[in-house]
């Protein structure tokens, strides 16, 4: 939360006027499920990563498209 806010969205609460580095933001959330003007603190865990469809859903993608080789 290094930027300043610059108006609240109803939406999204606190944001800002420019989208945060991607190293600015939490890591418990992938970079395509929040908004990157979004302003929030990341907690006292900020390692914490909770849902499994992180990895799972752009897993099971590439199996059924054939991106990924089923004998791995």
């Known amino acids: 939360m290094n930027q300043p806010e610059y ?6 609460g606190s944001i800002t006027a420019t989208p945060n580095p991607i190293e600015d933001r939490c890591v418990r959330q992938f970079v395509w499920w929040s908004s990157p003007y979004e302003r929030y603190d990341c907690g006292s865990d900020a390692t914490y990563i909770a849902p499994g469809q992180d990895y799972l859903l752009p897993y099971w993608m590439g199996r059924y ?3 990924i080789d089923p004998s791995w």
Do not use: T
């Not at 108006?7 to 999204?12: A, G, T």
């Open 7 to 12: 108006c609240v969205s109803k939406r999204h």
């Open 65 to 67: 498209f054939g991106f």
